[in-house]
């Protein structure tokens, strides 16, 4: 008899982003080896609601028929990213619905899956791993509150303090948890949280989406694909659309977020036709158009928590063969410059992020040497089909451990 899992999700299907992606992907990938799959979720609300009535993001088959095995609850309509306090209210609606949901519900579970942030949901799979007396799989996408801290917009201390003795709580009362960042490791164990019971499970790539072209693209183009929020540095971005202009470079930038139309301000008022501004895309859109250019921006604040994250956009980056320039620290950094799949610029400064990309337009032996990398680091490290056989051997209590805290 196959095992059941309640997989608890704030973002899932057909949300874009990473969070949802990974979500679905899990959601997939142990649907294939045969396990008993429900999930609990909201309607599709991230970036926005209203893009999800083109029916253009309800593109996939194969999760359109397991509309069953989803339950979504409903949440009041609010922006998702209005200001953080109604942000949070809207958090703690949803962790509420979803806890009326448990609590009436007799369903009968082996394993709760659930994913943070935000901590509310974190919340409400340990409730229900009491409530079906079953394990708990604590996936782990970002260090909250800590990184609420980091964007410099909610820093009261006895809220922030409250919220770390959550989550204290949430690592020692799951079986498991999963980071997507190595970065997250060192933190958890200066928690008091034994190695043992940490395994690292990035965000990857289908092995359909990678891409293996050799031909070349007309011209020289740049990207930036993702959120534009308050982790993101927006005027590096915008500093660096600006230099751009003045080498002709074209500069596409796929975006949503909360800076987004600070961006766009910025880009109508200094006149920039370099700049090309693309509304959010399906993934499959999204890589599509990524692949189509030869340089992807990331760009992170200096903020000490996200010197910890690995961003998804570095890994679409490297899954369309794209080599990277970027304006990060800590984690991130690391893994760009040891792997070779790109630039990081320790200035943030646009100058130094152009000369870069200016090198990568000269050299082609270069570009043609990181591209390959990206592709090799890809199908080592950042498969789905791989890397999901960790989450089963844990489901299946095999002994997959982490035996040290490497990072890349």
């Not at 915008?238 to 202009?245: D, I, P, Q, S, V």
Request: proline residues 3%; aromatic residues 12%.
């Amino acid at each position: 008899m196959s095992k059941k899992i309640l997989v608890i999700t704030q973002n899932f299907y057909p949300e874009i982003g990473s969070a949802g992606n990974r979500m679905k992907n899990i959601f997939q990938l142990l649907i294939d080896q045969g396990y008993d799959v429900k999930v609990i979720t909201t309607e599709p609300t991230y970036p926005n609601k209203n893009i999800y009535e083109d029916q253009a993001f309800w593109d996939d088959d194969s999760m359109n028929q397991h509309t069953e095995k989803i339950i979504r609850v409903k949440v009041k309509n609010r922006k998702y990213s209005r200001s953080i306090i109604n942000r949070l209210f809207y958090y703690i609606e949803m962790a509420i619905k979803m806890i009326f949901y448990i609590l009436f519900n007799r369903g009968n579970y082996d394993y709760v899956f659930v994913t943070s942030p935000p901590i509310f949901i974190a919340m409400v799979g340990l409730l229900a791993s009491v409530r079906y007396r079953c394990k708990l799989i604590l996936d782990i996408r970002d260090l909250w509150p800590e990184s609420l801290k980091g964007v410099g917009v909610f820093n009261y201390p006895f809220i922030i303090y409250i919220f770390k003795q959550i989550e204290l709580i949430l690592y020692k009362k799951s079986t498991q948890i999963i980071v997507n960042s190595r970065g997250f490791i060192l933190y958890m164990q200066n928690a008091g949280i034994s190695l043992k019971k940490i395994t690292y499970i990035p965000n990857a790539a289908r092995e359909s989406e990678v891409v293996s072209k050799d031909e070349e693209t007309l011209g020289f183009n740049v990207v930036y694909a993702g959120n534009i929020g308050l982790a993101q540095d927006a005027n590096v971005l915008m500093n660096l659309a600006y230099e751009l202009n003045k080498h002709e470079i074209n500069l596409s930038i796929i975006s949503y977020g909360m800076k987004r139309k600070e961006l766009v301000d910025f880009v109508n008022e200094n006149k920039l036709s370099n700049v090309k501004i693309i509304k959010p895309k399906t993934r499959k859109e999204c890589l599509n158009i990524i692949s189509q250019h030869q340089v992807g921006i990331v760009t992170l604040n200096e903020s000490e928590v996200f010197k910890t994250v690995l961003p998804g956009k570095v890994i679409d980056y490297m899954t369309c063969r794209v080599p990277i320039v970027a304006a990060v620290s800590g984690n991130t950094k690391d893994l760009i410059e040891k792997e070779r799949v790109g630039f990081v610029s320790t200035t943030r400064d646009a100058s130094e992020l152009l000369e870069f990309i200016l090198t990568l337009y000269k050299s082609p032996n270069l570009y043609n040497e990181i591209c390959s990398n990206c592709t090799r680091f890809i199908n080592e490290y950042f498969l789905w089909e791989k890397n999901c056989h960790d989450l089963i051997n844990i489901i299946e209590n095999k002994n997959f451990k982490l035996e040290k805290a490497e990072v890349f």
